[in-house]
Every structure is written in C-alpha cells, then in structure tokens.
C-alpha cells in the first residue's frame, strides 16, 4: 500500500512531447490523439500588457491531478470511479455506463472518452501496467529527457519525492477548490 503522487519540475520541460508518446504506447492510447491521458500545455505569462513577462511563459504538462478529494469520484453513480489501495483514482471500464457526469466534474479538463470502448479514461499513474508489474515510475517519468517527473510514495518519508516536498517550493493546481491533487509544481 501507497499513497502515489507525482512533483512536476514544469520549468525544464521542453515541450519534446516523449511522456506523451510513451504514455501511448505503455497504456495502448489511440496513437495520434491529443489530450489522451498526458497533455502538455502552456502556463499563462505573468504580468499585463504591455508590462508582460516573457520569461514566465513556460510548458505546463499536465493529467488528471489524482486529488484526495476527487469531484469525479464523488458524482459517479456506478462506482465506476474509484481510489485503489494505493489512492489512485481509477476508473473500472466494465462498470462505466459513459454517464459523463464525471467529465462535467472534473475541474481540471482531464477525462476523456475512449471511442474504441466507449467509456471514459484519464491518466492512473500506470496503475495497471507498470506498477502492476512491480516497477516503481511512471512511463512519462521513465522517459523525460529532462527529468521534469518524479514519481513516487508520499507516506514513505525516504521517497525521492518526499524530499523534493520538504525542500523545494511548490504549488498544486486551483488549490482553492479544495480538491487536494496529488501533483505537485515546483516554484
Ligand atoms: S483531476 Fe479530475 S479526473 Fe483526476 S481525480 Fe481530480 S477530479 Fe478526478
Ligand atoms: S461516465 Fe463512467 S466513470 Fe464517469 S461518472 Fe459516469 S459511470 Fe462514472
């Protein structure tokens, strides 16, 4: 038993789009779909015009944020929706009636429809592939060539990413909505 989370070092990503592609081929995702799982975006530049700051604009990859009080878990009717032993939030195809009620919850944009099975998928930290198998990254962090992801334990105080969590300033995303996500940015 875990309680898995992810710190994202969103500044050295270079946007090379690896973690997507990887994301794909690890958990069979349409190839050639976008917004699948994993997406990188852009973080808005700070400051008002003309008085912007161009050197705020960064890449901002980003997926379900795996929160600790999760609007999609809560609306879901079947029970499709649901945290595994290691507080990941999963999503049991076999009981998802494609409702979508979970899609109109999320505030974070990060489910979407699977068309081949018709129902809906997000990003489960590779819940049913590689830690399944017993491996311990994800294959976005397996993959980063710049070493923006970093995986692992929050309850295990020797974790990499616990310490990363001590000692670097971080953010979650719309913090103010209570929903506690389990990704943490580093200022
Ligand atoms: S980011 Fe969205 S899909 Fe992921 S746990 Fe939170 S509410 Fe659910
Ligand atoms: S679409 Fe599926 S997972 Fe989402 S709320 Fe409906 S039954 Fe649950």
Same mark, same amino acid.
């Given at each position: 038993?875990?309680?898995?989370?992810?710190?994202?070092?969103?500044?050295?990503?270079?946007?090379?789009?690896?973690?997507?592609?990887?994301?794909?081929?690890?958990?069979?995702?349409?190839?050639?779909?976008?917004?699948?799982?994993?997406?990188?975006?852009?973080?808005?530049?700070?400051?008002?015009?003309?008085?912007?700051?161009?050197?705020?604009?960064?890449?901002?990859?980003?997926?379900?944020?795996? /929160? $600790?009080?999760?609007?999609?878990?809560?609306?879901?009717? !079947?029970? &499709?929706?649901?945290?595994?032993?290691?507080?990941? #939030? *999963?999503?049991?195809?076999?009981?998802?009636?494609?409702?979508?009620?979970?899609?109109?919850?999320?505030?974070?944009?990060?489910?979407?429809?699977?068309?081949?099975?018709?129902?809906?998928?997000?990003?489960?930290? /590779? $819940?049913?592939?590689?830690?399944?198998?017993?491996?311990? !990254?994800? &294959?976005?962090?397996?993959?980063?060539?710049?070493? #923006? *992801?970093?995986?692992?334990?929050?309850?295990?105080?020797?974790?990499?990413?616990?310490?990363?969590?001590?000692?670097?300033?971080?953010?979650?995303?719309?913090?103010?909505?209570?929903?506690?996500?389990?990704?943490?940015?580093?200022?």
């Amino acid at each position: 038993m875990a309680r898995y989370g992810m710190v994202l070092d969103y500044k050295n990503c270079i946007n090379c789009k690896a973690c997507e592609t990887a994301c794909k081929e690890e958990n069979g995702i349409l190839l050639g779909a976008d917004n699948h799982r994993i997406w990188v975006g852009t973080k808005e530049i700070e400051g008002e015009f003309p008085f912007l700051n161009i050197a705020s604009n960064n890449f901002l990859p980003s997926q379900c944020q795996q /929160c $600790a009080n999760a609007p999609c878990q809560e609306v879901c009717p !079947t029970n &499709a929706t649901y945290y595994d032993e290691n507080s990941v #939030v *999963r999503v049991d195809p076999d009981k998802c009636i494609l409702c979508s009620y979970c899609m109109t919850a999320c505030p974070y944009d990060a489910r979407y429809v699977d068309d081949r099975t018709k129902t809906v998928d997000k990003c489960n930290f /590779c $819940a049913d592939t590689r830690i399944a198998r017993g491996e311990t !990254t994800t &294959a976005c962090q397996n993959t980063c060539p710049t070493k #923006v *992801r970093i995986f692992g334990d929050l309850d295990d105080p020797n974790s990499e990413i616990s310490e990363v969590l001590r000692t670097r300033d971080h953010f979650t995303l719309k913090s103010h909505l209570g929903t506690d996500p389990r990704l943490f940015y580093l200022t």
